[in-house]
């Protein structure tokens, strides 16, 4: 996508919850100068933030309700801590989105309202999610088997083209940047983040 942002074969790119620009080592601004349009969805003003036309500010995981699926598979519901002043749940760019593009006659708009509503569409559609919404209440993780019927031609992952872009929130501190409060602790004045593994592991507890 970079290649094709750069060429001019790719013209918008919208992204969400993620820094192109520093994972990729982007330096270069003619890397994305064949964009036409840039939007970026995110929680900071990340490097790829920064070069975009169009931010919108994203609610954290406390910030927000619904459910989440991690790595392997579990998934777990969240409840919002506190209601967010200008941020919005990805739930609600997205759908804010489709609507105002609806209008100007460019797709469907997404007519579920709350993230609870759209969690049962995905337990009715998606084999596998069919969970216990009685142990997501209760505070508990159900495990996911989701699937998808063989679909002709196969395709196989290239080599090299899923990967870790090591941007996790405590365990490389690239996140943690954004926060003042974390970078003013003693621990990280004395000691980097990633390079300290009683840091890492009481990060992990």
């Known amino acids: 996508m970079m290649e094709a942002a750069a060429s001019g074969k790719l013209k918008a790119l919208y992204v969400v919850g993620a820094n192109p620009v520093k994972t990729f080592d982007v330096k270069q601004p003619d890397r994305l100068a064949g964009l036409e349009l840039l939007v970026v969805q995110d929680m900071f003003l990340t490097e790829t933030a920064q070069r975009a036309d169009v ?12 459910t989440l ?8 519901m969240t409840r919002r801590s ?11 760019l997205i759908r804010i ?10 797709g469907s708009p997404i007519r579920l309202r709350t993230p609870e509503a759209a969690f049962e569409e995905i337990r009715q559609n998606v084999r596998g999610y069919d969970l216990s919404v009685a142990g997501l209440l209760s505070g508990g993780a159900e495990t996911s088997a989701a699937s998808c019927p063989f679909v002709e031609p196969s395709y196989e992952t290239p080599a090299g083209v899923v990967f870790s872009s090591d ?9 943690g940047r954004y926060c003042s409060k974390l970078k003013s602790t003693n621990e990280a004045k004395e000691i980097p983040w990633s390079s300290s ?3 890492q592991s009481w990060w992990y507890r």
């Open 55 to 66: 931010v919108l500010p994203a609610a954290s995981t406390y910030e927000k309700d619904g």
């Open 69 to 76: 699926t991690n790595t392997a598979g579990e998934v777990q």
């Open 82 to 92: 506190i209601d967010p002043q200008g941020p919005r749940s990805d739930f609600d």
């Open 97 to 106: 989105l489709s609507h105002q593009l609806g209008m100007l006659g460019l």
């Open 167 to 175: 941007d996790f929130l405590f365990s490389s501190g690239t996140l």
């Open 197 to 199: 593994p009683n840091m």
